[in-house]
């Protein structure tokens, strides 16, 4: 019910919002849970494993009860905390797991079952039939328990990520957080500060007290103009620290536009990556339940979150409230409560010789033993001394004291340090460097404590980044008494004591547990999956580890907590992933060429990140096989285009160039003259194959290295590592050229022909011979022209700068369609490759050498270099090694299929008889069969031997001939023209 | 004799306006790497200066000069842009031609930090990255030269290849830092 003349919500604007499918009025900065607890609905959701009605045990983003679905459609998110969700006019939300309405949900009939539903039940249940545990058993029990649906599509949000910087990061803007901001602020440095709620103050907010003698939420507002008023504060509301991690990086999780109805380019959340020079860690703590029997009603909350609903949204969650506590802090509930004219039925205090605080009735001694309320909380049973009775009450607010939220300090693996006195988990110091923890995270309990540790923590941050402290930052005067406390963890008694309420974990859960040799936290925690869920725990591992502690009879230091991991709060996959939806997931790299090419209707396929085309249909064409078909003709019959742009393309200068060039090949280039190119092979340091290519020599001091397309970068990576690491006595200077130069491979008989239309001036064998390059004009523009071949063919490739490379592209192919030639793609390529038995990664996997390639003799013996010593160990020379061969099918129309298997006639398909395997395949038009490549063991040994290729996968047994892997033109004759 | 026509990497995708920032691509011009020999850096820098009125930059740094300028680019790196290098200059560096190898992209505008904290993971900020200052980084996945010359403007060199994806993805961000602004 709402309050008159409490909260901070804007009660001139109302707001309506669907919980499951009924209109819901609230105000303007209410939560869901805030305006239904508001409008008198408790209950709110159902349990994980029994469906019991549950409603919001807190205030905050620690909440394990109240999950709902929020949103429609793929959009939407389940499993988000009615706590955090603020309300606005068209939000839509819906509980989850249940089946048919919340209050008559039919899966509540597991509570019923609950005495066979504990610890382990289906590992020790669902043992037999085996199979019977992936399609039976796993589906039933996840559709019966279990949190929210996840949607099989999509989702359509776009969410974002960015990265931010600071001198100090405040996490947290409660009274520590706010002191270390405005210390920080004041002494000069830049800060980030972090607040997970929509509004800076913290427990200040939450709690009705003064500040300086005046009320703390006008403490807060002045404090946040004079954080303004330094210039040098970001506040980040609604921005949760997710996790620390090394060199003082922090993730965040920012609501951005959760608050308000989607809209286009809005981003809902973003993900933040902080680099903070210092930190501070003002992350205050989680108040604790307290297991009594049957404490999981709607209606039974914590103690300050009841004060957050009545002080922070002017609700009071029940007309008669009951508190039951084992602190002073909790006492002020009452106070609090009637202040605002909520009736009271009673305190009941755990401790004895307590005084009431105000004029409620004070039940000392007592323990609640029971309740009663099938979808809400109406009554409750307690024991004190030798006495028991009942209460009726609708709502019942518990404290079993504070947790402090160490979670952040614990991210780079320290453990919190047990404080036997303050009965907590305390920082251990220095957990991690650079973050200094302030307030109620580090056990200051009082208001005035929080605010001079954050004082405090400032100045420490200002002092490690060599700041003096500021003047002018005093001290406000507050409340300066944090009570006293009795740990209360668990009252025993008849029913089930719940410890995580996301979970259903009861305290007989974790009893059984140590019972059955359990007793590792660690252990515990996995077989009662207590501490797990989207909550991980917050409420209840405390609880469960002083029970477990108690159940072994160990202390709670020797028991130790489970390990605290990021993230601090649930993170949707979305914003984790945020940017790399669709064609976000990689860059893509397109040529000059590609709006040729498309517009010819070239379907394109993905090199690495490039985009090249796969061939070019023409008109009457029905099938890839035609034009490739087609195109490989054209090129051995007449002339074809392509775009070679893609292979990585370096610039190697200096006048140690060549010695460097000596040592990253196996084979010599500082022989090579000016003008000429060379084919060439790289180890890695490993002796197997790295890459291959032609290398040019433009210059006394100067060559361009030519990769294949796959390898350029790594590539690129090995010669920085060369020069840099291994070779720093050579004056040498490499860089990428790749995307500057435009380059097409023109091939094909009529390949000078056409290239002499270009030409400003028309070359010939004597002036251009094979293996020739040079610069030449084209049209006028400066370019380079190169004599190789990778098509066997009489070919050039011709390079221009690249803004030049559509232009020049459509020419080429529009002089070649004129000489009956044209432009063609992946596919023909790799047929006239695999016909002249040209390598590419296909073949050089990395698991190759050039003994197995039949390239032994390009290891220069004059010369060392990079994994010259690692190839000549005898292994890898051996003779029976899996070695390139060409094949052929014996019939000729049999099926070749890369990846297929090799295996001697006769021997049974299995892998222990493997031969070796196909690696490359296509069909020739030009020998009118298909033909591979292949690695077989003892390779160039079998050259006419019959054998079998069988594909398993695809289902295809071929015989085929081991043959030379050059199938067309093997002396070379054409290429050389 | 025919003509080529000459096409900049972002030939038709810019520009684009959202909000108060801008995205251009800057008229193309003369780019090219100098890369020191060894021991020549301080001969390197005088050679420059003589030729063309800028020193190599320090790491991190970029020297203009009216329409000229340098930018560090790498270890023993930087790009001379606006004009192509003296001969000279040969004698005491690697000189490589990068002109067409980079779309060179404008982003200007108030909130032009705002959208590059969603993509770039360096600090760029006044007091991190004050005016003359280059930094090699990465949009997103790509690699990029971004250089700030000063006020609200940044100049963002990826790869020639990769111009449509960084035009889509600092789009895409100044549109979601617009819609924020406007929350």
């Known amino acids: ?977 | 004799m025919a003509e080529l026509m000459a096409k900049s990497p972002a030939h038709g995708l810019t520009p684009v306006a959202v909000g108060g920032v801008t995205l251009s691509e800057a008229p193309m011009r003369p780019v090219w790497a100098v890369m020191p020999w060894r021991g020549k850096g301080a001969a390197l820098s005088r050679a420059l200066e003589q030729a063309h009125g800028l020193g190599f930059p320090e790491p991190g740094a970029m020297i203009t000069s009216g329409q000229l300028g340098i930018a560090w680019s790498g270890l023993d790196q930087a790009f001379l842009m606006g004009v192509e290098p003296d001969a000279a200059l040969a004698e005491h560096a690697a000189l490589t031609d990068q002109s067409d190898a980079w779309t060179q992209l404008v982003l200007e505008g108030a909130a032009v930090r705002d959208v590059l904290a969603r993509w770039v993971p360096v600090d760029l900020s006044p007091a991190a990255c004050p005016p003359g200052s280059a930094r090699r980084s990465l949009v997103g996945h790509m690699s990029a030269l971004i250089l700030h010359p000063g006020g609200d403007r940044f100049e963002v060199l990826v790869f020639r290849s990769m111009a449509g994806t960084a035009v889509h993805e600092l789009t895409r961000a100044m549109r979601a830092v617009a819609a924020r602004e406007a929350l």
């Open chain 1, 1 to 977: 019910m709402r309050v008159d003349g409490r909260g901070l919500i804007d009660r001139s604007q109302p707001v309506t919002f669907k919980f499951d499918g009924r209109s819901v009025t609230g105000y303007k900065g209410d939560t869901v849970a805030s305006a239904l607890l508001g409008k008198g609905v408790r209950l709110m959701a159902r349990s994980f494993k029994y469906h019991r009605p549950r409603g919001v045990l807190t205030a905050g983003s620690e909440e394990p009860n109240a999950l709902l679905e929020v949103g429609q459609g793929a959009a939407m998110t389940p499993n988000t905390r009615a706590t955090v969700q603020e309300i606005y006019s068209g939000l839509t939300v819906q509980s989850q797991n249940r089946i048919g309405p919340l209050d008559r949900d039919l899966l509540s009939i597991n509570d019923a079952l609950w005495p066979f539903l504990s610890a382990g039940f289906y590992y020790k249940t669902f043992m037999w039939p085996r199979a019977f545990w992936e399609k039976l058993y796993e589906p039933v029990i996840r559709r019966a328990a279990g949190l929210g649906r996840i949607t099989r599509d999509a989702s359509p949000e776009r969410h974002e990520k960015a990265f931010a910087f600071c001198d100090v990061l405040v996490i947290g803007g409660g009274p520590a957080g706010l002191m270390a901001a405005l210390t920080a602020a004041k002494g000069g440095a830049d800060v980030i500060l972090a607040e997970e709620t929509p509004e800076l103050g913290g427990r200040l907010l939450s709690d009705g007290q003064e500040i300086d003698g005046t009320p703390a939420a006008y403490w807060v507002e002045d404090i946040v103009k004079e954080l303004q008023a330094t210039g040098r504060v970001r506040v980040m509301t609604r921005t949760t620290v997710t996790g620390a991690y090394d060199d003082g990086s922090y993730g965040a999780l920012e609501r951005v536009a959760r608050h308000v109805a989607p809209a286009d380019d809005l981003p809902p959340e973003c993900f933040w990556r902080i680099r903070a020079r210092q930190a501070v860690l003002a992350a205050g703590a989680h108040e604790r339940p307290i297991a009594f029997p049957m404490n999981d009603r709607p209606g039974i909350m914590l103690a300050g979150a009841v004060r957050t609903y009545l002080n922070r949204y002017g609700v009071s969650p029940g007309r008669n409230v009951t508190i039951f506590a084992t602190n002073d802090d909790a006492h002020r509930t009452a106070v609090e409560l009637m202040d605002a004219g909520v009736k009271v039925a009673a305190v009941i205090d755990s401790r004895t010789g307590v005084t009431a605080k105000g004029d409620y009735r004070l039940i000392e001694g007592g323990q609640v033993i029971g309740t009663k309320g099938r979808q809400g909380l109406r009554q409750i049973t307690y024991r004190a001394g030798s006495r028991t009775d009942t209460l009726i009450t609708d709502c019942l607010a518990m404290s079993g004291g504070w947790n402090p939220a160490v979670h952040l300090t614990c991210h780079l693996g320290a453990r919190p340090v047990w404080d036997a006195d303050a009965k907590m988990f305390l920082p251990a110091p220095g957990a991690v460097p650079g973050l200094t923890p302030a307030g109620s995270c580090n056990g200051a309990m009082s208001t005035a404590a929080c605010l001079s540790e954050g004082l405090e923590a400032g100045k420490a941050a200002l002092a490690a980044l060599g700041r003096p402290a500021p003047q002018g930052v005093s001290l406000p005067e507050a409340e300066d008494d944090p009570g006293r406390t009795q740990a209360l963890w668990y009252v025993e008694g008849k029913g089930r004591a719940w410890l995580d309420f996301a979970n259903d974990v009861t305290t007989k859960d974790v009893k059984l547990a140590a019972a059955e040799g359990y007793a590792s936290v660690e252990h515990m925690k996995r077989y009662t999956t207590q501490g797990m869920a989207p909550d991980q725990g917050k409420s209840s591992n405390i609880n469960a580890l002083a029970l477990l502690a108690d159940s072994t009879g160990r202390g709670i230091p020797e028991t130790g907590t489970t390990t605290y991991r990021p993230p601090f709060i649930p993170v949707t996959m979305g914003a984790m992933g945020a940017f790399a939806e669709g064609h976000g997931f990689a860059p893509e790299r397109r040529t000059t060429s590609d709006a040729a090419a498309r517009g010819r209707g070239a379907p394109m396929i993905e090199a690495g990140l490039w985009f090249r085309p796969s061939y070019f249909p023409a008109p009457g064409e029905t099938t890839w096989r035609e034009a490739c078909d087609r195109e490989v003709a054209m090129v051995r019959n007449a002339v074809g285009v392509v775009d070679v742009s893609t292979l990585g393309k370096i610039d190697i200068q200096g006048p140690d160039a060549g010695a460097f060039l000596d040592f990253v090949y196996t084979n010599m280039f500082s022989t090579l003259k000016v003008g000429r190119a060379r084919y060439g092979l790289m180890l890695r340091e490993d002796g197997h194959v790295m890459d291959d290519g032609t290398t040019a020599r433009l210059g006394d001091h100067h060559y361009v290295m030519t990769t294949t397309t796959a390898a350029a970068g790594q590539v690129m990576a090995h010669l920085e590592f060369v020069a840099q690491g291994l070779r720093p006595d050579l004056d040498v200077r490499i860089i990428s050229a790749t995307e500057q130069w435009a380059q097409f491979s023109v091939a094909g008989p009529l390949s000078r022909e056409l290239l002499n239309g270009v030409l400003d001036q028309p070359i010939d064998d004597e002036s251009f011979p094979f293996m020739a390059c040079g610069a030449v004009k084209v049209h006028g523009v400066t370019g380079r022209l190169f004599r190789i071949s990778f098509s066997g063919e009489h070919a050039y490739e011709i390079a221009v700068p690249a803004r030049y490379g559509d232009a020049l592209y459509r020419d080429l192919v529009a002089r070649a369609e004129a000489l009956g030639g044209g432009a063609y793609g992946m596919e023909a390529l790799n047929v006239l490759r695999i016909e002249k038995g040209f390598i590419t990664h296909s073949e050089i996997h990395g698991r190759v050498t050039a003994h197995d390639i039949g390239m032994q003799r390009m290891l220069s013996q004059k010369k060392d270099f990079v994994g010259k010593a690692a190839a000549a160990r005898p292994g890898l020379l051996e003779p029976g090694r899996e070695r390139l061969v060409g094949l052929r099918p014996v019939e000729a129309e049999g099926r070749l299929t890369a990846g297929a298997r090799l295996f001697k006639e006769g021997d049974p398909h299995k892998r222990v008889l493997d031969q070796g395997y196909v690696t490359s395949v296509g069909y020739s038009p030009t020998l009118g069969h298909m033909i591979g490549l292949g690695f077989l063991r003892h390779g160039p040994e079998c050259e006419g031997q019959e054998i079998v290729m069988v594909d398993h996968l695809r289902k295809v047994k071929t015989r085929v001939q081991v043959v030379n892997p050059v199938f067309f033109d093997p002396d070379g004759g054409r290429a050389r023209g």
